[in-house]
Nanobody, 124 residues
Framework: QVQLVESGGGLVQAGGSLRLSCAASGRTFSSYNMGWFRQAPGKQREFVAAISRSGGSTYYADSVKGRFTISRDNAKNTVYLQMNSLKREDTAVYYC?????????????????WGQGTQVTVSS
């Protein structure tokens, strides 16, 4: 498994931006599809975005499409989530996850390794 550490969360006003980073350990980062998920208080963890091993394919939840951008730098073993036009409903703990499956998926169960999460709070 790969170890994942998220950073970049914080408090931001509605309409603002944040960039989350997820650093992965190990030399096989480029063999994983990567995803971002989030969990708001009292709600189930939900899919946000995913990116393929090469970075050539991405996939977004409808709720963030057009506002969030997932990217990766395999040389730095890091995946990013650029979040723009933030809304109060984006408030959640954000997790990155790694998937060994060859399919780019939104399914939580397909992801093998998870980070500890980073809190994002959007105020009005």
């Amino acid at each position: 498994q790969v170890q994942l550490v998220e950073s970049g969360g914080g408090l931001v006003q509605a309409g603002g931006s944040l960039r989350l980073s997820c650093a992965a350990s190990g030399r096989t980062f480029s063999s994983y599809n990567m995803g971002w998920f989030r969990q708001a208080p009292g709600k189930q963890r939900e899919f946000v975005a995913a990116i393929s091993r090469s970075g050539g394919s991405t996939y977004y939840a409808d709720s963030v499409k057009g506002r969030f951008t997932i990217s990766r730098d395999n040389a730095k073993n890091t995946v990013y989530l650029q979040m723009n036009s933030l809304k109060r409903e984006d408030t959640a703990v954000y997790y990155c996850a790694a998937c060994t499956s060859s399919l780019l998926t939104f399914s939580l169960g397909a992801y093998d390794s998870w980070g500890q999460g980073t809190q994002v709070t959007v105020s009005s």
